[in-house]
């Protein structure tokens, strides 16, 4: 499965886009462990001292945020499926 990143966590996955081999039908939160242990410095970037993801953070499935779809973190990934994560980015 590929997962794209964007801005400052490109550094950290040492490119935009990864592949994960990780079964079809795995959660959004499945998916979010297996970054994080593929990329441990992406655990302060991602996730609180809860293990919850940063309220700034965004992960994307099909262009739709997580936090917004009904089943949130539960959401199953299919094939096909686009993932995307996005930190907060400042500027101006």
Avoid: S, Y
Avoid at 14 to 20: D, I, L, M, Y
Avoid at 22 to 32: C, N, P, S, Y
């Amino acid at each position: 499965m590929k997962v794209n990143f964007f801005a400052t966590l490109r550094d950290i996955a040492g490119g935009k886009t990864v592949e994960f081999d990780v079964d079809h039908g795995i959660t959004a939160e499945e998916l979010l462990a297996a970054i994080v242990k593929k990329f441990p410095l992406m655990d302060k970037e991602l996730l609180n001292e809860h293990g919850q993801m940063h309220g700034h953070v965004h992960f994307f499935i099909n262009g739709r945020d997580v936090q917004f779809l009904e089943e949130g973190f539960q959401t199953k990934i299919v094939p096909g499926d686009v993932v995307n994560v996005f930190p907060a980015v400042g500027g101006g």
